[in-house]
């Protein structure tokens, strides 16, 4: 039959991982009394060992679960241990290693808090020990001391009351030389269980009162207890210090102060005295009350199995998962929303993109070696001038125009057009590292983003060195045909009536900014005049060294925004007559001539050499930096983010995703859930066996 309790004791911890509610809760053995009723002493006396907190300030501050384990002995050796499940301290020998352990966990509890709810799990595994399951909990504090505050008091008090309810069993530890009246553990009680059914009384320090006094409190008369009293001496009477003494001694001191005392303790008397005893009738009580849980239990177990079971259908489908499913699920779609995302990254598209790039460069070199320069409108009347021969341009023009080219090849086309590509692919890695599932995982999105930018850090300098190589030849001479030509004229049309449109825009903005083109003129006209009063101040300044007095400041019309506005639409206007006369000059019969118009029509030409140089550029960073990443990336992914993780990792990560967690944790409370019915089931038949229990129907 103990064969019962044990098996009981292993579902109350099942259940107890589940979770933590009443109906699924399995009777144990509250341990309750006063501090120095000798609480520890019975508990110590039970297991056989020392192992609890000592000390003057009070060192249990949480509740100690304690399962004791009946293990059969090793050829006749006793091999005991502890464990602290959850831990990760495996199997302790040392009961000392234990005591040292609880006494550390208690003092982790801040002062501020001074006790804790949080259990403390320890299992004691002997062939001395019977089947059981102890809670030690906080003794109740008396007299609040200086250091203990008033709340404490209130603190264990409700610490003790969240235990003692039902289905526990209560272990009232009480001395016998405090009036019973006063003891807080039968007081907290009867209240919970007026009538005693679920309490035992124990009498401590039984040495310490006169024999027939104690045989008086044993009877309880005046509080009867269902479960009966049980008396017990726990201290060796001949040792001064706990620390000395050996629980061989204090047992052989117990058995021997009954032995005096025959005539009183005797088994004639039916009084229960003594550990022993006391043990039995523990095991007894436990065993009766889980049996009669049992029927409860295996109904409530029942309930919550169902619930479980269609939740998982409902929800999920009946879909199982495992942590490292996932994982393995999670970077399957990492490698599959990559290689999708590398359709962006062919080459004619990439192609395109260096290409605007370098479109944005020529403008730059227009700008500035042609557009601000005074002579330019002469090259748009050379250009229309139909008797002019391009060979006979001045030599100014064909300077300007080498000068254009070798701007726009030693830009640094190398190192922009790779890094243009390496910010496309970082963007790409940032994006897929901050969609689901990865917001879900920092973690492995910051290494996937490290590692990613490592291997962009040691392409990017190859790359980059190659590319400025093979472009190196158009550094000295770009040769263009025909076709290549009228491809570049059109082309620089194609841009420059782009940006005509974006000036026209802008000015469009600023006239109506400014409240209509009237008024925009006006403004115009102010700062122009402003603009050429200053050059001659200046001017004057310049040969007469003497100081003239600034414009006072309430002399301005105008806000300076506006003044800047106004700027902004001088600037506008001027490039708009730039395009337009450049625009006739790309359309002129001279320029679609042909290459040899080249320095008559920069744009056309050096819109060529872009595209030349953006083709270059295409082919080998595809070749350098392209074709490696998408090669590497994968493999990275393998070892760095997968490989890399333990099982415990795993685990972590997978309960990252909180609906891969929910998922999980319904199927772990389904799965064990169903293990629980299976034990209760089996011990049904166990208790339906004919000898234990009369059969029905
Ligand atoms: P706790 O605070 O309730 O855990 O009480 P302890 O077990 O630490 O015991 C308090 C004091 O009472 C200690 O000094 C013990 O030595 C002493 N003590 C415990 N049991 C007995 C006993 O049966 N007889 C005597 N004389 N002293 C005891």
């Not at 990439?350 to 730059?364: A, G, N, P, W, Y």
């Not at 400014?514 to 310049?542: F, M, P, Q, T």
Request: with cysteine; net charge neutral.
């Amino acid at each position: 039959l103990m064969h019962l309790t044990r098996k009981l004791i292993e579902i109350r911890s099942m259940l107890l991982s589940i979770d933590q509610s009443d109906a699924l809760k399995l009777p144990s053995i509250v341990v309750i009394g006063s501090q120095s009723s000798g609480k520890s002493s019975v508990l110590e006396a039970i297991v056989g060992h020392e192992f609890l907190p000592k000390g003057n300030n009070m060192v249990t501050r949480r509740p100690i679960e304690l399962t004791l384990v009946h293990i059969p002995a090793a050829d006749g050796k006793a091999v005991e241990y502890g464990e602290f499940p959850g831990m990760g301290l495996g199997r302790i020998k040392d009961f000392n290693v234990i005591q040292r352990t609880l006494t550390e966990l208690n003092l982790a509890v801040p002062t501020s808090e001074a006790v804790s709810n949080e259990p403390i799990d320890l299992r004691i595994y002997s062939p001395n020990v019977p089947d059981l399951t102890l809670i030690d909990l906080p003794g109740y504090v008396q007299i609040s001391s200086m250091d203990q505050p008033e709340s404490l008091k209130e603190k264990i008090a409700g610490l003790c009351e969240k235990y003692i309810k039902e289905p526990n069993i209560i272990l009232a530890v009480c001395a016998a030389d405090v009036d019973l009246a006063n003891s807080p553990a039968l007081r907290a009680s009867r209240k919970v269980d007026p009538l005693g059914l679920r309490t035992i009384g124990v009498i401590t320090k039984m040495d310490l009162v006169e024999p027939e006094q104690g045989a008086s409190i044993l009877s309880g008369n005046r509080y009867p207890l269902h479960l009966g009293y049980v008396g017990v001496v726990s201290k060796s009477p001949d040792s001064k210090g706990r620390a000395q003494t050996s629980t061989s001694l204090i047992r052989k001191a117990e058995s021997d102060y009954f032995a005096s005392h025959r005539d009183i303790f005797g088994s004639s008397s039916s009084l229960m005295v003594g550990t022993d005893t006391l043990r039995r009738r523990l095991m007894e009580v436990l065993e009766s009350s889980m049996a009669s849980s049992l029927h409860g239990i295996t109904n409530a177990v029942q309930l919550e199995l169902e619930e479980a079971t269609y939740q998982f259908k409902v929800q999920y489908n009946d879909r199982r998962i495992t942590a490292e499913s996932y994982v393995a699920e999670t970077m399957d779609t990492l490698k599959l929303r990559f290689k999708d995302a590398t359709q962006q990254f062919h080459r004619p598209i990439i192609r395109e993109k260096l290409k605007s790039m370098l479109d944005d460069k020529v403008m730059d070199v227009l700008e500035q070696l042609y557009w601000l320069d005074k002579r330019a409108p002469e090259l748009g009347e050379l250009a229309a001038d139909a008797r002019v021969k391009p060979e006979s341009v001045d030599s100014f023009w064909r300077h300007k125009l080498e000068a254009a080219s070798s701007l726009l090849t030693k830009s640094g086309v190398g190192r922009d057009s790779t890094l243009l590509v390496a910010d496309g692919l970082r963007a790409l890695i940032d994006s897929i590292a901050s969609a689901d599932p990865f917001n879900y995982h920092p973690r492995a999105a910051e290494r996937l983003i490290q590692f990613s930018h490592m291997i962009l850090r040691d392409r990017i300098g190859v790359t980059s060195d190659q590319v400025e190589n093979c472009i190196k030849p158009f550094k000295y001479e770009v040769e263009v045909d025909d076709r290549e030509w009228e491809q570049g004229r059109q082309k620089a049309i194609d841009l420059f009536e782009k940006e005509l449109s974006m000036c026209e825009t802008k000015l469009k903005e600023l006239r109506k900014k400014a409240g209509g083109s009237r008024r925009l003129g006006g403004l115009i006209g102010y700062v122009r005049n402003l603009e050429e009063e200053d050059r001659k101040r200046k001017a004057r300044k310049w040969e007469s060294d003497s100081e003239e007095p600034e414009l006072a400041p309430e002399s301005y019309k105008y806000a300076p925004a506006q003044i800047l506005d106004a700027r902004h639409a001088i600037l506008y206007n001027d490039r708009l007559n730039v395009l337009k006369l450049r625009l006739a000059a790309l359309r002129s019969k001279r320029c679609k001539a042909g290459p040899g118009s080249d320095v008559l029509c920069p744009e056309a030409f050096l819109n060529v050499v872009a595209d030349k140089l953006a083709y270059t550029s295409a082919m080998f960073i595809n070749i350098e930096l392209l074709d490696q990443f998408f090669y590497q990336f994968p493999r990275e992914i393998d070892s760095r983010l997968l490989y890399d993780l333990d099982r415990q990792e795993i685990i972590e990560f997978a309960r990252e995703n909180p609906a891969v967690r929910a998922h999980l944790d319904l199927q772990q409370r389904k799965d064990k859930l169903e293990e629980v019915m299976k034990q209760l089931n089996s011990l049904s038949t166990l208790r339906a066996d004919p000898q234990s229990a009369p059969r029905r129907q």
